[in-house]
């Protein structure tokens, strides 16, 4: 029997697409599900796309990784977590030497170093690759980020080239990015700054309708307009889609939906590495914490109803305001790939995974849901000087925020004036006045630890690296805490 090139566990939305990829390139397939007694997955694939590719189906394990050429390639598209332990423990026992696994899944980057050291330890290889682009670029073209066990790279490298999006210079979005969990932390610093994007595109939407009274029509038109321009993206592209979307009685979609966010976790990492590595990510935990308050549903309608507010006016038009959510919107997005960035050039350094900022950069500007035509200069500008510790250093990035700054800061004014809620766009604000003041009021932070703790500070007129303490009652001593930053 002839063997298949490649195998697929996992026939939901994300793993049904890569195998129908995979065949569409021409790679013969094997697919496997776990079986169900209410439902025959397996059966159901080959029925609806058996004929458009060189497909095998299996509902038994061992058949199924025997139909497959040595070295076996297996890609799991199952459900991020235990799921992806369970599978792997199923396929130890039936693999060979060499054999590779693949995780296309959500999962953490510490399960994914755990999972590289595990299965290298009995003689195979792992490989945890992010994979973005929801069911369309599983199908057409997805952003792929691979990583792990770098000497199966060479055998998959081809494979995976060929599933992935294409970006306008032709090039595929998937390239190594480096030892252990390094692909599943750029694929979760994705997703980060997915969340503040969107929550960013949520905020602009809210002002429209909000203070300007613009209706849904009416917004999916600018997000149209500007989607032709600096803040052409994916996101900004469906946001139009999704506010022209009417239900068959010809009311719009979105005005049923309610404003309940979920989330399945990488938002939320983003945000705990981002705290364990020390890196400022303000924005993009703001984006985290409002899906958290969003789901407090029942809480704000108890305290909507406390603190009842004027009804908006409307007075806002078109012209200045527009240009001003525009601007806010642009510069808070920069602010945001700004923070993400930081904290991969950070966790980069601590696990030694030597990330290429410009090759991730280019590998987001197809396939995956944040793609968006910002990506190009922050490509160049790491292409230029790959270890910078912040885009807002270089000089493209600083014209832009200096040109949107007035404009920003005027919405903001509005927002707060008029009781509207835009976290996102002020938090991105407000990292930027911080990052950008060389003294910050933590000289007063320091004075009240060593004050209650002597916890000690450094001083302007000491050498860096040299703790004091203070007696600041007269009744203390010179004992002080230990000295060491957690
Ligand atoms: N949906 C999306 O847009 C994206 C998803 N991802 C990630 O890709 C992965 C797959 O996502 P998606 O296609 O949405 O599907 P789900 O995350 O819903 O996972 C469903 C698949 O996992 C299988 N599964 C669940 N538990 C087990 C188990 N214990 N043992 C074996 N198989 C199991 C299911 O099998 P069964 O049918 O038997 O239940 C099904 O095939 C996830 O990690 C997800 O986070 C990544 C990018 C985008
Ligand atoms: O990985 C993705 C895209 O890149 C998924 O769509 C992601 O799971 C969505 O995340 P969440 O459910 O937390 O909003």
Same mark, same amino acid.
Not at 438 to 451: C, E, G, T
């Given at each position: ?158 494979? $995976? ?91 719009? $979609? ?88 930081? $904290? ?95 003294? $910050? ?46």
């Amino acid at each position: 029997m002839e063997k298949s090139d490649i195998g697929v566990i996992g026939l939901a939305v994300m793993g049904e697409g890569l195998a129908l990829n995979l065949a569409g390139k021409g790679y013969r397939v094997s697919v496997y599900n776990r079986p169900h007694r209410e439902k025959d997955v397996v059966k159901h694939f080959m029925q609806v796309h058996g004929e458009e590719g060189r497909f095998k189906g299996f509902d038994h394990l061992a058949a199924f990784v025997q139909s497959l050429t040595s070295p076996r390639k297996i890609l799991m598209m199952v459900k991020a977590g235990s799921p992806v332990d369970e599978v792997i423990e199923q396929l130890l026992p039936l693999l060979q030497p060499g054999d590779i696994l693949m995780d296309g899944g959500n999962s953490n980057f510490e399960d994914t170093e755990r999972r590289v050291n595990y299965v290298e330890s009995q003689g195979f290889y792992f490989i945890g690759a992010g994979i973005s682009g929801g069911q369309e670029g599983a199908l057409h073209g997805a952003s792929i980020m691979p990583g792990g066990s770098e000497k199966a790279w060479p055998e998959v490298k081809e494979i $995976l080239q060929s599933i992935a999006a294409k970006a306008e210079d032709g090039s595929p979005c998937c390239e190594w990015m480096g030892k252990g969990g390094a692909g599943h932390f750029v694929k979760m610093v994705h997703n980060g700054i997915e969340y503040a994007d969107m929550q960013l595109i949520s905020e602009a939407y809210f002002v429209m309708k909000h203070m300007m009274g613009t209706g849904n029509a009416g917004i999916a038109s600018w997000f149209e307009t500007w989607n032709t321009g600096k803040l052409k993206s994916y996101l900004i592209e469906i946001t139009a889609d999704i506010l022209r979307h009417k239900e068959k009685d010809g009311h719009f $979609l979105l005005d049923r939906i309610l404003d309940v966010a979920g989330q399945k976790g990488t938002g939320r990492w983003s945000v705990i590495n981002a705290m364990e590595l020390g890196v400022p990510l303000n924005l993009i935990a703001t984006a985290v914490f409002q899906r958290d308050l969003s789901a407090e549903k029942e809480l704000r309608m108890r305290t909507a109803a406390k603190y009842e507010r004027d009804t908006p006016v409307f007075t806002h038009k078109p012209g200045v305001m527009i240009q001003e959510i525009h601007d806010a919107l642009y510069a808070s997005k920069i602010i945001s790939y700004a923070q993400g960035f930081a $904290l991969m050039q950070q966790a980069s350094l601590y696990f030694n995974w030597q990330l290429n900022q410009a090759a991730i950069a280019r590998i987001w500007r197809a396939g995956c849901i944040i793609r968006a035509a910002l990506l190009n200069p922050i490509a160049e500008t790491f292409d230029h000087t790959p270890l910078l510790p912040n885009l807002l250093l270089a000089s493209w990035f600083k014209a832009q925020i200096i040109e949107t700054l007035p404009t920003w800061k005027s919405l903001l004014i509005k927002t707060t004036r008029e009781n509207t809620a835009v976290p996102a766009f002020s938090a991105a604000l407000n990292y930027f006045y911080s990052l950008t003041t060389a003294y $910050l009021p933590a000289n007063l932070i320091q004075a009240q630890r060593d004050y209650f703790g002597a916890h000690t500070f450094e001083r302007t007129d000491a050498p860096r690296g040299e703790f004091f303490h203070e007696d600041w009652t007269g009744e203390g001593n010179d004992t002080h805490a230990g000295i060491y930053n957690a």
